[in-house]
């Protein structure tokens, strides 16, 4: 009796310590869009991005892509203004997270995470 209750209470933890995402998000809507950061911040750290440029040209410039294909691009300000690539691969974690990877050692990965996504904005941030 005492084991199958120390049984049951020790699965009822597992099970509630388990992290799930909250809000599935579709690859299907993040994978493909060149997604721009807007640079205005939303909630607890996330960034707001948009398929269009909205911010001012040659003041702060980033873009990200996921490909279908696990190919990833990263779009920055480089020198004199100009426009840097930064190619990379991305893996699917979760419904809600991806790990990036660059092709350039130097360059560190991250895990972006996406909070809410549909065809016209996505909240993501970086971790």
């Known amino acids: 009796m005492r084991f199958a209750t120390v049984s049951l209470l020790g ?3 597992l099970a509630t310590a388990c992290q799930k995402d909250d809000n599935p998000v579709s690859p299907d809507a993040v994978i493909g869009p060149r997604w721009h950061n807007t640079f205005r911040p939303a909630q607890q750290g996330y960034s707001t991005y948009t398929p269009t440029n909205l911010a001012e ?8 892509q996921l490909n279908p294909d696990h190919t990833f691009v990263e779009s920055g300000l ?7 690539d930064y190619p990379g691969t991305w893996q699917q974690l979760s419904t ?32």
């Open 57 to 64: 040209p040659g003041w702060r410039y980033e873009v990200m």
């Open 96 to 127: 809600t997270t991806y790990r990036i990877q660059f092709l350039d050692p130097q360059r560190p990965g991250y895990v972006l995470r996406v909070k809410a996504v549909d065809a016209d904005k996505m909240e993501a941030r970086r971790e």
């Open 11 to 13: 699965a009822m933890l």
């Open 78 to 84: 480089g020198p004199a203004d100009g426009v840097v």
